[in-house]
């Protein structure tokens, strides 16, 4: 019988992932669909229980109900117990089971720029998504992380959690030379017009600098690293890998993710060139 799997949040018109989804069942032969559910909090658990009762294959979670999910579930997955957060539920006909792909998806993402793992790392922020790409990165073997966070105790707690260091943003601004690889997480940068979570003076021009916000595609901190001639990284990448994993553990089959990056940059109106 055809499969279905879902998304469910609150917004939930906005999401891409049915977009991106349901490209890639039809372009790998998969005998399934892929629709937004708008769930709204006090509604998640009759919610999640009409979706088991409709026989949904798997599916993904956004905000803001991440973690509210939990509770929910049957089991979680390593990363999801680190997290306290779940985006990707997996059924296998008796349990449901919650993953978190994010911070993988990130790495992954990051992974196809030219970097070696020995390089300084600076990941700004020590909210959800910090948390998420500090473990991943500790998995990939990164092993020089550092994090600064405008709450330094944050950034503190973060840090020993992970086996990184954390540094004020004071000083990480001052010594943000020293950082190849620099990974914006905060929530600045979502509003136009918004001030940088830190300045970029000091910055390196053979740095990579990844945003994990894909709108805009160009957020005003990429924007300024672009300018100081530094290369790039949105999250769009981000999006497409954490939902590839998804679709992986659904299906079994790795789909495209590249060609999948050029569609997504193309649907926010952006050139892939320039990303
Ligand atoms: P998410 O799950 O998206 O990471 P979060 O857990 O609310 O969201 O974390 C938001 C992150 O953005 C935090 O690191 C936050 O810093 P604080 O811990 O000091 O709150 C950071 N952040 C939000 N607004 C910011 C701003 N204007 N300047 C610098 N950092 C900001």
Known sequence: MKKW?????????????????????????????????????????????????????????????????????????????IMDAVN??????????????????????LMTEQIALHEKVLIIGAGGAARGIAFALKRANFHDVSIANRTYQRAEELAAATGSEAITMQDAEKSLGDFRIIIQTTSVGLAEGEALPLSLDQIQPDSLVADIIYTPLETPFLKAAKEKGCRILNGVGMFVYQGAIAFEKWTGIRPDTEKMIHIITDKLGGNYVNR
């Open 88 to 109: 990707t539920v997996t059924f296998d006909g008796q349990s449901y089971k919650g993953w978190n792909t994010d911070g993988d998806g990130f790495v992954r993402s």
């Open 5 to 81: 799997y879902a998304v469910i949040g609150d917004p939930i018109a906005h999401s891409l992932s049915p977009f991106m989804h349901d490209l890639w069942m039809v372009e790998h032969g998969v005998d399934a669909s892929y629709i937004p559910v708008h769930v709204k909090p006090a509604r998640l658990k009759e919610s999640f229980d009409a979706l088991k009762t409709l026989g949904v294959g798997g599916f993904n979670i956004t905000l803001p109900h991440k973690q509210a999910i939990v509770p929910f579930l049957d089991e979680l997955d390593e990363t999801a117990i």
